[in-house]
């Protein structure tokens, strides 16, 4: 599969680009920036062609990989469904449900395949704790606590104006969302507050009458550092497994989603509707701090 990469910040670096790469099944044709010195950079690394016109890559590819901002990609993304291009979108795929739904009518009309990239779901351990989950069942509620900083010395993300400005219910929120929405299933009621230095609770109730509690930061104390999630019900306590950082394998499996999907497979459970739904929650979380009310989907 000829693929086309948007986007060179350090996500593109980090994971799209290397494991777009090596993977023996596809061939990594071009890349594309808003910096075109930095495009031809990342291009020259790894053996593409740097792009100057967006439209111009996306003729020139079987599928696109984007790593760029939700409002940027989310145009992008468009553009490229409705030229019958394959996508391979990070979280979340926009900022607005009304963007997001976009994308996947057009990608039902070309009758494209899209994968939304959640990291830590793309890990083996991950997926199969879920499935361990999901089939003991009974779960009354799950808590996840993702607390970091983009803002210290060295971290690479710290640059970046999205991410100020939409902080970690945007940013880690998508994550935390991606991991409960398989074992509880929907939401059909959201509550959020925000407080000081980003810190923002999230209350979910799911149709099933289970509760889900997020609690999100990219800019906490560093003493308040944690990644903690758990189910809780019936069954006890489970935990999420920590899983070692690495991108570059995760990416890999997402491509080979979208490999098989786009060759007659079935659908990945990580799909544009998939990712839509996730929007649908965190933005309904943002309306609900903004009005101070809670918020039904």
């Known amino acids: ?82 030229a019958g291009k394959h996508l391979l979108l990070d979280k979340p795929i926009a900022f607005t449900t009304e963007a997001a739904a976009g994308i996947v009518a057009a990608a039902a009309e070309r009758e494209v395949a899209g994968v939304v990239f959640f990291t830590r779901r793309f890990m083996p351990q991950i997926q199969q704790f879920i499935d361990e989950v999901r089939e003991a069942g009974g779960w009354l509620e799950a808590r996840i606590d993702h607390l970091g900083s983009i803002f210290q010395p060295g971290n690479p993300f710290g640059a970046s104006a999205w991410r100020k400005e939409s902080g970690g219910l945007w940013d880690v929120g998508p994550h935390a969302v991606a991991l409960i929405l398989p074992v509880l299933g929907r939401v059909e009621q959201v509550t959020a507050l925000a407080g000081d230095r980003d810190m923002t609770h999230v209350l979910l109730r799911h149709t099933g009458g289970a509760v889900s509690t997020l609690t999100l930061s990219v800019d906490a104390p560093a003493a308040l550092e944690r990644e903690d999630a758990a189910f809780f019900g019936e069954s006890g306590v489970a935990t999420v497994p920590a899983v070692p950082w690495l991108p570059v394998e995760a990416f890999g499996r997402a491509v080979d989603a979208l490999l098989t999907a786009s060759n007659g497979g079935p659908a990945p459970a990580l799909d544009l509707t998939f990712g839509a739904e996730v929007v649908a929650i965190l ?3 943002g309306e609900s701090i903004s009005t101070g009310r809670t918020v039904t989907l």
Do not use: N
Not at 7 to 23: R, S
Not at 42 to 48: D, F, S, V, W, Y
């Open 1 to 82: 599969m000829r693929f086309g990469l948007f986007g060179t910040g350090p996500w593109a670096h980090q994971a799209h680009a290397p494991a777009l790469a090596a993977h023996p099944d596809v061939e990594l044709v071009g890349v594309w920036g808003r910096d075109p010195a930095k495009a031809a950079a990342l291009a020259a690394e790894h053996g593409a062609q740097p792009y100057a016109e967006i439209d111009a890559l996306i003729a020139d590819v079987d599928a696109i990989a984007v790593a760029l901002p939700p409002d940027v990609q989310a145009d992008i993304a468009l553009r490229a469904a409705r």
């Open 283 to 285: 933005a309904a979380a």
